[in-house]
């Protein structure tokens, strides 16, 4: 059984939808992550919350856009997307340690997005 | 900068055979080094870390890793695999005041064959 809960679990949307991906850990971690997967590649970090705030964004496009509601949740808001964005979506989260330390990242299983 | 080479992109192994991940790093800095494992649609699994202490370590499902500063490497391996074995494994390192950033290295396909 995964801690960290991803919903849903496959979505399958057109080029002018909005739709969001949901991530929720009730570990008490306060960092979260988004990752983007390729089929057959290791995953790519999206995005960094700690402590809910924004802690990195690897220039990611603009029509992704995360947000961080409290420290047990996590949203990714998916506008225009594009056909090459269709790839497996990974969270994860750790516990900050202090002293810019992190605890191993646990992952949830994942929203597998396909647009047409 | 930090950097993951897994040397292997596949490897078939035969079940019950021994088997070794290979991983090479390279960082400027004090590392911690990881092993994941991902099952066909399924999130990625920390199989074992190496934070700091013995250069040894034991993981789940039976595996261990040695970390070898001098080589900078952090090899896995299993003494007898199972056919449940079958999956891809990452190496992936981190260091402090990285923002808990983790780099990957580009993954191994193990395929154990009965």
């Known amino acids: 059984d995964t801690e960290v809960t991803q919903t849903p679990k496959h979505l399958v949307m057109g080029m002018t939808n909005k739709k969001s991906l949901k991530c929720e850990q009730h570990m008490g971690h306060r960092a979260m992550y988004w990752y983007k997967q390729k089929a057959k590649k290791p995953p790519e970090l999206m995005f960094v919350y700690s402590y809910e705030k924004l802690s990195i964004n690897e220039s990611v496009p603009s029509r992704f856009s995360p947000e961080c509601p409290n420290s047990s949740l996590l949203n990714l808001h998916l506008h225009a997307l594009q056909p090459e964005d269709s790839a497996l979506y990974l969270c994860?989260?750790?516990?900050?340690?202090?002293?810019?330390?992190?605890?191993?990242?646990?992952f949830g299983d994942g929203t597998r997005l396909s647009i047409l | 900068a930090q950097s993951v080479t897994q040397l292997d992109s596949q490897v078939p192994v035969f079940e019950e055979a021994p088997v070794e991940l290979r991983c090479n790093y390279s960082?400027?800095?004090?590392?911690?080094l990881f092993w994941y494992v991902q099952y066909p649609n399924q999130g990625l699994q920390l199989l074992l870390k190496?934070?700091?202490?013995?250069?040894l370590v034991k993981g789940i499902n039976g595996f261990e890793a040695e970390f070898n500063k001098s080589q900078t490497s952090f090899h896995l391996r299993k003494p007898s695999v199972h056919i449940s074995d079958t999956a891809e494994y990452f190496c992936a390192v981190s260091g402090s005041n990285q923002g808990g950033k983790l780099i990957f290295g580009q993954g191994t396909e193990l395929s154990v064959k009965p």
């Open positions: 960082s400027s800095v004090s590392v911690y």
């Open positions: 994860a989260s750790s516990q900050v340690l202090g002293q810019g330390t992190f605890t191993p990242q646990h």
């Open positions: 190496y934070l700091s202490g013995s250069t």
